[in-house]
T-cell receptor, first 110, second 116 residues
Framework: QKEVEQNSGPLSVPEGAIASLNCTYS??????FFWYRQYSGKSPELIMS????GDKEDGRFTAQLNKASQYVSLLIRDSQPSDSATYLC??????????FGSGTQLTVLP | DVKVTQSSRYLVKRTGEKVFLECVQD?????MFWYRQDPGLGLRLIYF???????EKGDIPEGYSVSREKKERFSLILESASTNQTSMYLC???????????????FGQGTRLTVV
């Protein structure tokens, strides 16, 4: 079992819709969770970090964390074509470094 | 802004060559990391370092070594390049963060290495 799992997609949503990206992790001791966005041919850039159970909102982005279910998600409201990218979930477990999921490719259709 | 700079965007090397990938960060970060990224496999950690002259193996260290002689610079070395090391290589840096937590990692622009 992979330590951090994401649906690879591709996930397609129409412009203006809500895009929902999901991530599960195996290390129950994990305390730090991150969402990165990666455009094709570019390096990952941080969108959100979340450390506590519940929701964290930043503009059109909402990260949701449920440690009991070992689940973290990213919601993108009012999706725009410029949101089309691969979204990487990263988790810091008991190890000292981040572990990344394989990413979900999102396409927002105009 | 944090800046992580990798020495090359694109590199083509021959099988058996010794290859050096350089990474420099300008934010005085203690932590530095080397990942490779392949389609369908995501980001996989090769090596990381939490201090000068200190290194730890990641998930896929075979065929690689690293050097960290100065805090700002972290080098990845392919001792004898092979075609299965053709990949995108990403360097990242971060601060240590609080106990049990992790600060965000900032990435360089990536080096696309092709071994022929």
């Amino acid at each position: 079992q992979k330590e951090v799992e994401q649906n690879s997609g591709p996930l397609s949503v129409p412009e203006g819709a809500i895009a929902s990206l999901n991530c599960t992790y195996s290390d129950r001791g994990s305390q730090s969770f991150f969402w990165y966005r990666q455009y094709s041919g570019k390096s990952p850039e941080l969108i959100m970090s979340i450390y506590s159970n519940g929701d964290k909102e930043d503009g059109r982005f909402t990260a949701q964390l449920n440690k009991a279910s070992q689940y973290v998600s990213l919601l993108i409201r009012d999706s725009q074509p410029s949101d089309s990218a691969t979204y990487l979930c990263a988790v810091k477990g008991s190890a000292r470094q981040l572990t990344f999921g394989s990413g979900t490719q999102l396409t927002v259709l105009p | 802004d944090v800046k992580v700079t990798q020495s090359s965007r694109y590199l083509v090397k021959r099988t058996g060559e010794k290859v050096f990938l350089e990474c420099v960060q300008d934010m005085d970060h203690e932590n530095m990391f080397w990942y490779r990224q392949d389609p369908g496999l995501g980001l996989r950690l090769i090596y990381f370092s939490y201090d000068v002259k200190m290194k730890e193996k990641g998930d896929i260290p075979e065929g690689y070594s690293v050097s960290r002689e100065k805090k700002e610079r972290f080098s990845l070395i392919l001792e004898s390049a092979s075609t299965n090391q053709t990949s995108m290589y990403l360097c990242a840096s971060s601060r240590p963060g609080d106990v049990g937590r992790s600060t965000e990692a900032f990435f360089g622009q990536g080096t696309r290495l092709t071994v022929v």
